[in-house]
């Protein structure tokens, strides 16, 4: 930065000078010709306002949202409606990076709609692909693994983790609405 007076600054019409002394508080960077303000201390001041701000903002945001439930609600089902592509290309890109995830939640929505108690948790599940080596607990093979509830369902089987293990996709279909417990196999054998 190039040194220069106010008054030089001033009468060729800058809007900043530089003196190369330090403001008060250490800065040493230009000042305003207008007022002699510190460029330096201006950001961190506005940066600070900013902040505040935003603190308030988001309270003021939250407080209409509490006191207006029911029509927050409907803009966001109407904006949901209007944007139904966008939606759904965002649940995609989530499913694809959440796999498990969206595994469990389909679990619990399905077990739900049949009136099966219980819920399963992502990280119960995670363990019990870990517990099955993530391999089918039947036949050992690692394709089209699947979730089974050792009780099905129609039987008044729990969606619990304790009546869940991992088949894949042909042992599943051969097992069907049978009980067996492929968990135990290798204890009784
Ligand atoms: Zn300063
Ligand atoms: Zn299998």
Redesign the pocket.
Known sequence: MQVITRDDAKAQGMTTYFTGKP?????I?ERFTVNQR?R??ARVDSLRRYHADAVERTRKTREYQRQNKDRVLAKHREWIAANKERVRQKEREWEARNPDKKKVIRINNDAKRRGAPGRITVRQWRSLLREADHKCMACGSPDNLTSDHIVPICKGGENRITNLQVLCLDCNRKKHRRIIDYRKKEQAA
């Open positions: 403001c008060r508080h250490g800065h960077t510190c330096e201390c």
